[in-house]
């Protein structure tokens, strides 16, 4: 099946460093997602992404909507503790599926 | 408001055991969808609904039943269980209209012995 290639699959960061992360895909999108999933707990959305070429940002989370149509990236900036976790993206293929891809787990060394 | 509720949490069932995976939103969503997670491979789509009476297979429906008789709840049925269908289930629901943005419950872990 589809999925989205999403970029790197693990990092491993100090305490106010900057995060970069990405995804491909082969298939255009209309709609570009990032959701953050805590430990025992589902995906739960951070940005959401509707036109291309969009540069959107939610605190210190910024997130671009690739002009192709088929990629984007999240940056968090200065990270904290509370950022650790699995970073999803997901392509929004016509009113609600969703296709993800693989994840980032990101670890935070204090 | 409850937002999306999964319950079970946790299950472990036998090979061939039935199980009906339950799923309730407090939303007035009109679409509804069950995910599953496996490591390494995000979020695959089993079915969806984008309203009461009507259903449609995802990326991975095989082994999988929905029905959908209130906009409430959306039931994910496993008839005969097979330890491939061991994973972590999500069900999500989003208003309708396009680019809404889905809500996650947080999950039932099922294992299959």
Redesign the interface.
């Known amino acids: 099946g589809q999925q989205l290639n999403q970029s790197p699959q693990s990092m491993f960061i100090q305490e106010g460093e900057d995060v970069s992360m990405n995804c491909t895909s082969s298939s255009i999108f209309n709609t570009w997602l990032w959701y953050k999933q805590d430990p025992g707990e589902g995906p739960v959305l951070l940005i959401a992404l509707y036109k291309a070429g969009e540069l959107t940002s939610n605190g210190r989370l910024t997130a671009q909507f690739g002009i192709t149509r088929k990629d984007s990236f999240l940056n968090i900036s200065a990270s904290i503790p509370s950022d650790v976790g699995i970073y999803f993206c997901a392509g929004l293929q016509g009113a609600q599926k969703l296709v993800f891809g693989q994840g980032t787990r990101l670890t935070i060394n204090p | 408001n409850a937002g999306?509720t999964q319950t079970p949490k946790f299950q472990v069932l036998k090979t061939g055991q039935s199980m009906t995976l339950q799923c309730a939103q407090d939303m007035n969503h009109e679409?509804m969808?069950w995910?599953r997670q496996d490591p390494?491979?995000?979020?695959?789509?089993i079915h969806?609904s984008?309203g009461a009476g009507i259903t449609d297979q995802?990326?991975?429906p095989n082994g999988y039943n929905v029905s959908r008789s209130t906009t409430e709840d959306f039931p994910l049925r496993l008839l005969s269980a097979a330890p491939s269908q061991t994973s972590v289930y999500?069900c999500?629901s989003?208003m309708?209209?396009?680019?809404?943005?889905?809500?996650?419950?947080?999950?039932t872990r099922l294992s299959i012995l």
């Open positions: 999306v679409y969808s995910y390494g491979m995000g979020l695959r789509l969806y984008v995802g990326e991975v999500f999500a989003t309708a209209g396009s680019n809404q943005p889905q809500h996650f419950g947080d999950g």
